[in-house]
């Protein structure tokens, strides 16, 4: 059996279908770079789905006997982060400007449990705390009536990206 497609952001299966669908647990790396194989349950399914986008948890995988698959995230190493509220804030924007992706948490927030994470953090003075938890990211921005999917709102108000070109290309960071 084979893993043929991801159904796009835009679209859930009815409640019933989601209720029945079988479950991928993925690591937050995996759900990065996906594994070649889908293990679920005591069977292993092929990933035929080719270049897709980093997978996200509650994504929806269809088999190609129509069989549907939800992404879950699993028990794994992250770093929880506390500290000063500013430096938090200052370090959420940095990591989330370079693409890291942050998970909000009680009294903070956390990162996947990447080692160059932690000492990074700590040398600017927050505390890093080990957990075995799930890891489920802020989801990224979507793309709505037409928008780019940057947040910037542009396209709410008739204008174009202030981070795209007038082609819709991504614009060079200065």
Do not use: W
């Not at 200052?90 to 693409?99: D, H, M, P, S």
């Not at 700590?122 to 709505?144: I, K, M, N, Y």
């Amino acid at each position: 059996m084979r893993i043929t497609k991801l159904l796009s952001l835009d679209s859930e299966p009815a409640k019933p279908i989601l209720d029945r669908a079988k479950p991928i647990a993925l690591a937050f790396l995996e759900r990065i770079k996906l594994p070649e194989t889908f293990v679920v349950g005591d069977q292993t399914i092929e990933n035929a789905l080719g270049e897709v986008r980093p997978l996200e948890v509650g994504d929806v995988l269809v088999d190609e006997n129509g069989g549907f698959y939800k992404i879950e995230a699993p028990t794994e190493t992250i770093f929880k982060v506390t500290g000063d509220l500013d430096l938090m804030q200052e370090a959420v924007y940095a990591l989330r400007a370079r693409g890291v992706r942050v998970a909000q948490t009680e009294d903070g927030f956390a990162v996947a449990g990447i080692e160059q994470y932690k000492a990074m953090l700590e040398s600017v003075g927050l505390t890093v705390t080990a957990a075995q938890e799930p890891f489920t990211p802020v989801p990224l921005p979507r793309p709505h009536h037409g928008g780019c999917g940057c947040g910037c709102g542009a396209a709410d108000r008739g204008r174009p990206c202030a981070q795209t070109d007038t082609q819709g290309r991504a614009m060079p960071r200065t």
